[in-house]
T-cell receptor
Framework: DGGITQSPKYLFRKEGQNVTLSCEQNLNHDAMYWYRQDPGQGLRLIYY???????QKGDIAEGYSVSREKKESFPLTVTSAQKNPTAFYLC????????????FGQGTRLTVV | DAKTTQPPSMDCAEGRAANLPCNHS???????VYWYRQIHSQGPQYIIH???NNETNEMASLIITEDRKSSTLILPHATLRDTAVYYC???????????FGQGTRLTINP
């Protein structure tokens, strides 16, 4: 079945460690996005990519890095420079001409201890 | 993108229509109104969008006022599975990002 998959669902890391969150889609979507959500808050855009080997910073890119080596994959690395990394991370993808109909993954809940 | 204002929470009885309001008084002429919902601990789900005409699909209806400064999402026969946070977003077509506010937490009561 087509869809967008994030893994793992829950992730625990020690403070100061980098961690990479996986996002894979088999929908043949050109655009992919990473959002962060804190408890009781809306989503905030971290990074987005419209094409392979290209990506743009969102509103809260500091402390994060991404890569887009393949159309299907858009991994997010949470670096030790991110001051408050504990959050719910959501990946999404869309057709370029239908960005509003973004498909979201089930999310990864990252806890840094 | 224009900002939106939504009530933080609403309750509705199962089987009744749920009407969720959204104010977007600074909306521009080329900005659409989009609605998403997020069930607890899941990713958001697209519901519907519109520019100025009312829209209906299998999930909901969207009523946009004539001056486009506000809109209402209508779930005609709410079920317990409609309990979620509903986000109203205004955005120009082709803009790359969706800006999510805090939304309305809708609780459907049995």
């Amino acid at each position: 079945d087509g869809g967008i998959t994030q893994s793992p669902k829950y992730l625990f890391r020690k403070e100061g460690q980098n961690v990479t969150l996986s996002c894979e889609q088999n929908l043949n979507h050109d655009a992919m996005y990473w959002y962060r959500q804190d408890p009781g808050q809306g989503l905030r855009l971290i990074y987005y990519s419209q094409i392979v080997n290209d990506f743009q910073k969102g509103d809260i890119a500091e402390g994060y890095s991404v890569s887009r080596e393949k159309k299907e994959s858009f991994p997010l690395t949470v670096t030790s420079a991110q001051k408050n990394p504990t959050a719910f991370y959501l990946c999404a993808s869309s057709i370029l001409t239908r960005e509003h109909e973004a498909f979201f993954g089930q999310g990864t809940r990252l806890t840094v201890v | 993108d224009a900002k939106t204002t939504q009530p933080p929470s609403m309750d509705c009885a199962e089987g009744r229509a749920a009407n969720l309001p959204c104010n977007h008084s600074t909306i521009s002429g080329n900005e659409y109104v989009y609605w998403y919902r997020q069930i607890h601990s899941q990713g958001p789900q697209y519901i519907i969008h519109g520019l100025k005409n009312n829209e209906t699909n299998e999930m909901a209806s969207l009523i946009i006022t004539e001056d486009r400064k506000s809109s209402t999402l209508i779930l005609p026969h709410a079920t317990l599975r409609d309990t979620a946070v509903y986000y109203c977003i205004v955005r120009a077509e082709g803009a790359q990002k969706l800006v999510f506010g805090q939304g309305t937490r809708l609780t459907i009561n049995p």
